[in-house]
């Protein structure tokens, strides 16, 4: 059982940075394909953006692209969301997943971390 741990939201006004973390247990993030998602109020939750499991590809929402990036260490065992220039829009939880090699289901998830971007 894979436990997903999420840190680092919070409040930041428009243009200004934050980076979250997910911290994972109970298995190595290099068997995962790893995500970000977000939910705002009354909406879906959405893919932001992955990390295969080998660590060699990418990939991020268009909403994204150029302003957050994705990362991981694996000698922490955490994933990383590094995100500039934040807008209102960005406003949301924040959620971290993984998804087994091979496996076309997000398994496990996080707690979710609040992001809130002022205007």
Known sequence: QVELVET????????GSLRLSCAASG??????TMGWFRQAPGT???IVATI???GDTTYYVDLVKGRFTIS???TKNTVYLQMNSL?????A???????????????YWGQGTQ???SS
């Open 8 to 15: 680092g939201g919070g409040l930041v006004q428009a243009g």
């Open 27 to 32: 298995g190595t993030i290099s068997s995962y």
């Open 44 to 46: 879906e939750r959405d």
């Open 52 to 54: 295969n499991w080998i």
């Open 72 to 74: 991981r260490d694996i």
């Open 87 to 91: 807008k209102p829009e960005d406003t």
């Open 93 to 107: 939880v924040y959620y971290c997943s993984a998804r087994a090699a091979g496996s076309l289901t997000w398994t």
């Open 115 to 117: 992001v809130t971007v």
